[in-house]
């Protein structure tokens, strides 16, 4: 029965070391292209005043996960900080601890450029379509959950 065994394992382990340099396509365009992450940046149009989600292939999270795009969050917009609280179903919750840059300070576009790109980068992630922000309310942001609808009319 031993042998058995070892000869079993021994096969498994012959199978499961597959590498990938030696598969035909594995060093392909579009391998890579499959790879991509994009990300999402808010921009005001100038002539219309209108709220406009631009697609950008440059630069995006190194994965889809929500710590990842978080991560990726508060590395483009170092005075707002989100933390990642759990994931629930197709939502998001994060809090902002320090939320006075963020209500007080960035006026009042700011905020809902802000919250746009947070809920357009997190919702790439497949299954999530809301985003739940925790923070305290101030004079130019309160807490809630938004999706993509949220920015149509802005």
Known sequence: M???LIILSACLVIISCNNKADQPGADDDT????????????VLNDSTGRLEMKKSEAAGPDSLSPAA??????????????ELVKTSG???YVKIPEAMYLTQQMGSSGPTMYFSEAVYNLTE?????YVNFDFEEGDHASPGTLNRDSFNNE
Not at 31 to 42: D, I, K, M, P, R
Not at 75 to 80: A, K, R
Not at 125 to 129: A, Q, R
């Open 2 to 4: 031993k042998k058995y």
């Open 90 to 92: 197709d939502t998001v």
């Open 125 to 129: 992630i497949p299954g999530i379509k």
């Open 69 to 82: 795009v978080i991560t990726y969050l508060n590395t483009l917009n170092t005075n707002v900080r989100l």
């Open 31 to 42: 391998a890579t292209a499959a790879e991509l992450v994009y990300s999402w940046q808010a």
